[in-house]
């Protein structure tokens, strides 16, 4: 299923209407098997309700589509994972979590993703949107769990596009 932090993300942007700020990515293309899964995960998690969410990729740079949405709405980038090594849009992905001397503590995944969120319908802050999108280059198109560790068996060298849109 596609990345549940860049889905969460996405859900918890809380995302409607503003349709004039909103325009595709010139050159990327919708994929509906990633809205299916993106769906079945949310529904998973009982956050489906009211929530629509239409996902494109692109082969260009996480940089270029910024640079465009960058216009259309205010970026927001996600906190810091707890001892994780972020730098700007860059973190690494956990592979799972661990109790250790200072709390609970990140296992690195070796996968590294740039992310961002825009809010797209003017909301002071992401928790009050109803329109978003979470920009992720290096999809992540599947998550597994298993015995407290984390796994990305379909990672992709493509720019994400998730607009999340709430009733």
Excluded: C, H, N
Aim: glycine letters at 10%; a positive charge.
């Amino acid at each position: 299923m596609l990345l549940r932090a860049a889905l969460l993300a996405a859900i918890l942007a809380a995302p409607g209407a503003a349709m004039a700020q909103w325009a595709a990515y010139p050159g990327s293309a919708r994929d509906a098997a990633l809205e299916a899964k993106a769906g079945q995960a949310a529904q998973q998690a009982g956050m489906d309700a009211g929530m629509t969410s239409t996902i494109a990729v692109t082969p260009d740079s996480f940089e270029k589509v910024i640079a465009f949405y960058r216009t259309r709405g205010k970026d927001v980038m996600l906190p810091k994972p707890p001892g994780q090594p972020a730098a700007g849009y860059e973190r690494e992905l956990p592979g799972g979590f661990r109790r250790g001397a200072s709390g609970m503590e990140v296992i690195p995944s070796g996968v590294k993703v740039k992310q961002v969120i825009f809010i797209l319908d003017g909301a002071a802050d992401i928790s009050g949107s109803k329109d978003s999108i979470s920009i992720m280059r290096q999809l992540v198109g599947e998550m597994v769990g298993r015995d407290g560790l984390l796994s990305y068996p379909d990672v992709r060298d493509v720019t994400a596009i998730v607009r999340a849109q709430k009733q």
